[in-house]
């Protein structure tokens, strides 16, 4: 009985025993164990570092394999020329991305100009026009006076803001910065380029300064002091690179650098072509249009200010309100013309295409005039670049090339421009 008693104890403290067990290892958890790391004090703590070690990174070493980025207070180009000549590329490349930006916001802002300005004076001119016709028919006394008063005033405020709009030429104004802004954005493509495909020297720089503040140069911003000149007693090119072009990157192609005698004729031969055809065209085109814009920028103040002097004589005769009437209406057809019609962009824009063949000129002759050949840009690559300035594949430049041989040993005049994109 005894033994019973004492295997049934033993039995029921083992079943007890172990259900202990079973609910502390169904209820009981393991806590994981917090690893607590400093908070650096310095200011040029490690971002990405700190957001490795939240997500459960907590090995320092598996922390350096994954990242090892440089501390704020590091100097980071202090032993290497190239890694400065990055950095100061890097700085020019913000500064004409800056100037991409000011220059579309002030064509767009000029170009408003040109629309505000040329409504408000049609509007000012035909009121008064409406008005002098009025009053030519309206009789005699206090409303008389009072409606030739008033269409004088009218003339000549119009007559003054035309001048002020022709001296300016605000369509010509939003062309020049149309134009810098397309030029812009081809240096910070030209920077980019570089940065991506080669190592960047101190010549690099200086080549990308240069072209800058030649950009600067040729488009100011500024309206007074710095104006380019609307109306020049000569039609010339826009210049926007700088004189000297001595820098080209070298070729690490051996042997002749991709260069032969066939290939330096053919360029010799596209130079004459665009001389002979495309700049030619340009500088004729160009020279008229500035002619035709010369005309109607006098024409318009001075038919306004005839409308004026008329308007004041309304009531003492029958011509004084028809020159007055008659001056106002094609007044406003010339400042309509002129302006509508954008003749001051038309102008810009064939000294910007006069500009551009003078730069491939100049281009392909300074690449001629290098005798050294290792010193020249890549011949197959500076082909490839001019055919596309030009608009033509490669084969179609040769045939070019060939076109201009034949027709100068013949004595005739080609009949083929050197550009097909205009």
């Known amino acids: 009985m005894a033994s019973l008693q004492a295997s049934n104890l033993l039995s029921s403290s083992s079943r007890a025993s172990s259900s202990s067990k079973r609910i502390n290892a169904a209820i009981s958890v ?79 802002q000029r170009d408003n100009w040109n629309k505000l300005l040329l409504n408000s004076i049609n509007m000012i001119t035909l009121t008064a026009t409406t008005m002098a016709g009025v009053a030519a028919t309206g009789g005699a006394g206090a409303p008389l006076l009072a409606l030739k008063l008033s269409s004088t005033f ?106 032969s005698e066939e290939l330096e004729v053919e360029m010799r031969e596209i130079i004459e072509v665009i001389k002979r055809k495309d700049t030619e065209d340009y500088m004729r085109l160009g020279n008229l249009a500035l002619k035709i814009n010369k005309i109607l920028a006098i024409s318009g103040p001075l038919l306004t200010g005839i409308a004026a002097a008329g308007s004041a004589f309304v009531g003492n005769g029958s011509w004084a309100a028809i020159v007055a009437v008659a001056a106002g209406a094609l007044a406003t057809t010339v400042n309509t013309f002129e302006h509508s019609g954008q003749v ?57 090339a060939q076109k201009s041989t034949y027709s100068r040993i013949e004595g005739t005049t080609i009949d083929e421009f050197a550009s097909k994109l205009f």
């Open 344 to 400: 001051g962009m038309v102008v810009e824009m064939y000294r910007n295409c006069a500009g551009f063949f003078s730069l491939v000129e100049e281009s392909i002759e300074s690449s001629l005039e290098e005798t050294d050949i290792d010193r020249r840009e890549d011949g197959e690559m500076f082909e490839l670049k001019v055919a596309l300035q030009l608009g033509r594949s490669m084969s179609e430049l040769r045939d070019l």
């Open 154 to 259: 009218l003339f000549t405020a119009a007559m003054g803001m035309s001048f002020i709009m022709n001296k300016i030429q605000p369509s010509q104004l939003a062309e020049e910065q149309r134009n810098a802004t397309k030029l812009f954005r081809q240096l910070y493509s030209q920077i980019q380029t570089t940065l991506a495909l080669y190592d960047p020297t101190e010549l690099d720089v200086k080549d990308a300064m240069d072209k800058a503040l030649a950009l600067d140069k040729a488009y100011p911003l500024p309206l007074l002091a710095k104006m380019i000149e609307k109306f020049p007693a000569k039609f010339e090119p826009t210049f926007w690179w700088p004189k000297s072009q001595d820098f080209q990157r070298k070729s690490k192609r051996p042997g002749k650098n991709g260069w």
């Open 30 to 108: 393991p806590k994981l164990l917090r690893i607590r790391f400093p908070v650096p004090k310095t200011p040029s703590a490690n971002l990405v570092e700190d957001l490795l070690l939240r997500n459960g990174l907590t090995n320092t070493k598996q922390i350096e394999k994954i990242v090892t980025l440089p501390r704020i207070d590091e100097e980071p180009f202090a032993n290497s020329s190239t890694s400065k000549a990055t950095a100061k590329l890097y700085a020019i490349l913000e500064a004409v991305a800056d100037r991409v930006e000011m220059h579309k916001n002030v064509g767009e």
